[in-house]
């Protein structure tokens, strides 16, 4: 009899168990997420694919997950996986499902935040440019079926690429965000939010466990809050835990307390000092978090670079424009290149108590000092550009006019009428920053981050008037993101209208670099006045990280063997230097920089060199505090 029983039960719990999903969900009874039916509690970490090099994504990874995380949180960034209207990108860097993939084979769940709109210090905060291509004016982030219809295109496109990897479908993503700090934005659309939830509850099915974060406030959380999708908060550790929880439970009486983005660092903006958090006040709001029974993911466990042009910018409370710089270091545990701080080994301590033991964290990155690179090639910019294709219009054109993205633009005019000596040039609606030339020579620079929109010029009838404009990266928070770029207002000598316009595309893409690099000469005492590319070459034993520091060096962009590692400032701080991966690095190595104001040269001897160090410099000297 108790044979038979026995076999019975142990029938009926096989079945069962084949019959059980795996699931993900909430207790809304014991205040925390159920995983397969267990109490779940995570401590997490946020990378971002796309400011990784996809061959670093599991050395990254498994740091995060030896730092003892249990989950990783990740944005999917749309202006990187359709850069125009329809073209889609999924290979290679852009494969977000690799990187999910990846995460999972390094033992850590997902949480997986599509947008469409992320901020994340991103050029407009992730949305594709060419939405205001389309309409400058078009409401972002609104119901507005304009706006809808591509965010329905592209979710088409993205989430049936993600929904096998649902836990419930055997993969690692347990919860995914409907939107970002949408409760920090003017236009509190609830159709709009609601209609995302539907959208991906379409694409994703109706079990996925949704949520939104917001920060730490009653009425943010009342217009990010969203019918049967869990509200979270977002807090650094400035702010007393309890309290912050609070204000979520009054959205959420019922669940988890979660939060979202706990701050192990902060932003950074040029001319404005490096941002450091210390571990110690780190580890004590992370501590009393997790003594309150949260779940917390560290924003960032690891930021990585904002390689190429993809750094947005920030508008301060005050308007002022604030770019963001190439490195996203974030003082986070894992630097920049992969170093685990001590910070990283505070957090590991602390958190494997709750998460369970963690593996043994990888060694530290071997960083080379590859030494001096002299740059013995040159071409002036206006001379490399020559025979490109020039757009003529009347009245300035937008980059998204252009269809052009990021990068440069260069704006000629030939002056058509006897000038006053001098005569003021006033240009209201650059953006951001623009190099003004007469005849081919620099006479002077408008910068929208200085609020400096006017010079006086010494031009005449006949002489060229060439304005070289600088998109430094779209606005990627607050109310002001339909951020056009290139000159958006008509130019004026004195109260006379500029009329009359050729427009060149400085994109700086690979071919467009292969074909200006064809017009190189070695460098010369005459030839060393910007804006200008100098090319250097240099020999690599190991393909080991490097910083490129660029002393002397004023403004401009760096390229290695092709690969834009991104905007340099050092004359405006706080970063000195550009970090280099190692998997960038060949047998013989092209170093290409286009610098916009002062090259590095040593005039005597016209010795133009910058250095690869073993260290980064990143809280340089900065005008502004
Ligand atoms: C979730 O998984 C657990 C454990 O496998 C199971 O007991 C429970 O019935 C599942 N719940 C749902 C709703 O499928
Ligand atoms: C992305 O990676 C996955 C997993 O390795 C692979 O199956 C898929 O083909 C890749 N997608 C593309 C577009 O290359
Ligand atoms: C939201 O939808 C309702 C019903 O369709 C409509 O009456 C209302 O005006 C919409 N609100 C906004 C902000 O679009
Ligand atoms: C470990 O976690 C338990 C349960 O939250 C807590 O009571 C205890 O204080 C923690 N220990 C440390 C060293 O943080
Ligand atoms: C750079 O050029 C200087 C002057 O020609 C030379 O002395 C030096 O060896 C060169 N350095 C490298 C790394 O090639």
Redesign the pocket.
Known sequence: MWHVLLFFAILVQAIDSTNQKRNFTIDYKRNTFLKDGQPFRYVSGSIHYFRVPSELWKDRLQRLRAMGANVLQTYVEWNSHEPQQGQYRFLGQNNVTQFVIEAQKQGLLVILRPGPYIEAERDFGGLPYWLLREDPKMKLRTSSPQYLRHVDNWFGKLLPKLQPLLYQNGGPIIMVQVENEYGSYYACDHNYTQHLTNTIRHHLGPEILLFTTDGYSLPRLRCGKIPNVYATVDFGSNVAADAAFAIQKKIEPHGPSVNSEFYPGWLDHWGYPHQRRSSNAIIDSLKQQLQLGANVNIYVAHGGTSFGFRAGADLSPQSVYQPCPTSYDYDSPISENGILRPKYFNIRKLIQNYTGKAPDPPAQPVVVAY????LTESVQLLEAIQFSKVIISKQPLTFEQMGQDYGFLLYEHQVTFITPDPVLLRAYGVRDRAYVMVNGQTQGILSRGERIYRIPLQINKGDRLQILVENQGRVCFGNFLNDIKGIISPVFLNNRQLLNWNQTSILLNSSQLDYFMTKLKPVTKESISAPRFFRGT?QAQTKSDTFLRLDGWSRGVAFLNGFNLGRYWPRHGPQMTLYVPGVLMQATNRLILMELEQAGCDRS?T?C?VTLTDSPILDGPTPYS
Do not use: E
């Not at 030494?371 to 002299?374: A, C, D, L, Q, S």
């Open positions: 030494g001096k690179v002299n240099f001897d010795l060199q």
